[in-house]
């Protein structure tokens, strides 16, 4: 059991070292309107994934497209002898999840009030080798 324990670590290590990750926590933007935007760039070449972000109207395509900017440095700094063309680095996974909601109350009619919640969210992006790929 321990032989094959460590056969998985050594494979998930060098998976790992494929693998470009960047996280975006906190986000102002509600986690609905970021997976629209997300659901565009999901499976892409990182080049034309970055050319959807720049020309896309929505505010947030331009905090993904810093996220992607992002993961490519982590690449780059993972595989500082690979050229990142040759490679074919493309966004293998990306999710958006909930982060914390801050909660205010709007004055209504005949002394209610209503809540507004104003939400937040949580982006991972997860760049991934085409050529070197197994999975």
């Avoid at 470009?20 to 629209?36: G, V």
């Amino acid at each position: 059991m321990g032989v094959r324990k460590r056969n998985r670590a050594e494979e998930l290590k060098a998976q790992k070292s494929q693998l470009a990750i960047a996280k975006l926590n906190n986000c102002p933007t509600s986690p609905r309107k970021m997976r629209l935007v997300a659901d565009l760039v999901r499976g892409k070449d990182v080049g034309h994934a970055l050319q959807i972000l720049k020309f896309s109207t929505k505010v947030a395509s331009g905090r993904l497209e810093k996220l992607v900017l992002s993961a490519i440095a982590n690449w780059q700094a993972k595989n500082e002898d690979s050229d990142i063309e040759q490679a074919g680095v493309f966004v293998k996974e990306i999710k958006v999840d909930s982060g914390s909601m801050l909660k205010r109350l709007r004055p209504a009619p005949q002394g209610r009030a209503h809540r507004i919640r104003k939400r937040s969210n949580h982006v991972t992006l997860i760049l991934g080798e085409k050529n070197n790929t197994e999975s």
